[in-house]
């Protein structure tokens, strides 16, 4: 009798086991599914936030290519702008120049030799045309608007230094004057190229006939001379 009661109180808790077993598996299965559907949820969630940053940085990206070819485009339209700016301003220039020109010519005609000895220097000197060692009275004479007979007449008046040959040569050695002081590193012969002299050797004779010393002798003075 006692052995049977045991034996029912065994069976019942196999079988209390037994259920509490199923019903712990059974919440297990649906806590697993809930999770696994969390997951997906999850899961999806991460793929559209990805899609959305990914749509993001391309839209980013055309608005950033739209906005490189705005700037390039306006860049392009700005050097338009400044080469007709430039254009403008060269004609402008021009037109001054030749206004210029218009009215040093009106302005020569009534010169007297010695006014017109004034323009003819100022005008070798800027063009510079003091500076080939070959130049002729007949290319000076293009380059001024001027007839040679007028030049000749001109450099005349000066006191000395009155032939074409002896005024170009002096306009040279203030030239080569300037140089051997402001050059100090260049050698005489890259003087007298410079100053128009054709070649060192008229530059060293015409120079010491003038100065009384040599350009080295000048230039050493002058170093000295502060």
Sequence with gaps: MQESLILKLIIFALGAIFIAVIIALVLSFSVTQKLMK?????IDQAKESDKQQ??????????EHELLKAEEQLKKAQDKINDMMCQANQADHAGVLLQQEINDVTNVADMTDEQLMGWIDAQIESLGLYKNPNVTLKEISKALGLTQRRITQAIKTRREDNTLAEYLNAKRLLEGCRLLVEQPNWTVDAVAHEAGFG????????????????????REKKRLMG
């Excluded at 969390?38 to 999850?42: G, M, P, Q, S």
């Excluded at 990914?54 to 608005?63: C, G, M, N």
């Design 199 to 218: 070649g060192t050797t008229t530059f060293r004779t015409i120079f010491r006939n003038r100065f009384g010393m040599s350009p080295k002798q000048y």
């Design 54 to 63: 990914a749509s993001a940085q391309q839209t980013l990206y055309e608005k």
């Design 38 to 42: 969390h997951n997906a949820e999850l």
